[in-house]
């Protein structure tokens, strides 16, 4: 299977759900920017219109510019109606682990101030159980983030510094990224509420119960799951 050609089925299946007028979540990744170059060309065609949209990252704030969709912020607009965005693995209650491009931070703050929160995936991402392919990403700040590497392991999981080459990785804020391997996890809720309570972690890749729609894209076609 092309994955690519997975991707961009997901993609541009989960754009057609965006309404003119619509304030509207452009996520980031390689899956989500097919959704938003779809969101571009409807803008351009004339079958959308009177949309602002808000980027999750900066990458994906320099494609919308290049791609021409007109864009705002969440001081002007509190509530977005729909977000599209992808994820690193899907679990049977749609939680999610997402932060694979390190923009997790400011994903989960669209996130949790949009009305529809939209999960475009290959099938490859969809999993059992949370944890079994993918580490979860804790975004830390720069100060004192070996402590964070040494509770994470204290709350089992092996922990790595993310690198950009011979760099260690760093965010659209100015920050570090440790990926946190605890393996199959049996209480997401529960480790998402522990990392939550430790100080110098500034995010996790945890998303619990905030999705509502996952489209997956596979070799039998694409599929359009709802929550509940």
Do not use: C
């Amino acid at each position: 299977m092309n994955i690519n050609l997975l991707k961009k089925q997901a993609g541009e299946t989960a754009a057609a759900f965006v309404e003119s007028g619509m304030i509207v979540g452009l996520g980031s990744g390689s899956t989500a920017i097919f959704a938003t170059r779809r969101i571009a060309q409807d803008i351009h065609s004339g079958a959308l219109s009177d949309i602002l949209a808000i980027p999750t990252s900066l990458a994906t704030e320099a494609a919308a510019n290049a791609l021409g969709i007109p864009l705002t912020s969440l001081a002007k607009h509190p509530r977005i109606d729909i977000t599209i965005d992808g994820a690193d693995e899907v679990d049977p209650a749609f939680n999610l682990i997402k932060g694979g491009g390190g923009a997790h931070l400011r994903e989960k703050i669209v996130a949790q101030a949009t009305e529809r929160l939209v999960i475009v995936v290959d099938e490859s991402k969809l999993v059992p159980q949370l944890g079994a392919s993918w580490a979860i990403p804790i975004e830390v700040i720069r100060f004192g983030w070996e402590a964070q590497a040494r509770y994470l392991e204290a709350i089992g999981a092996r922990a790595k510094l993310r690198m950009d080459g011979d760099a260690p990785f760093e965010t659209d804020q100015g920050n570090l990224i440790l990926d946190a391997d605890f393996g199959a996890i049996a209480d997401a809720a529960g480790l998402a509420r522990k990392l939550e309570a430790r100080a110098g972690i500034v995010e996790h890749g945890l998303f619990i119960e905030m999705a509502r729609d996952v489209v997956v894209a596979g070799g039998d076609g694409v599929r359009h799951l709802k929550r509940g």
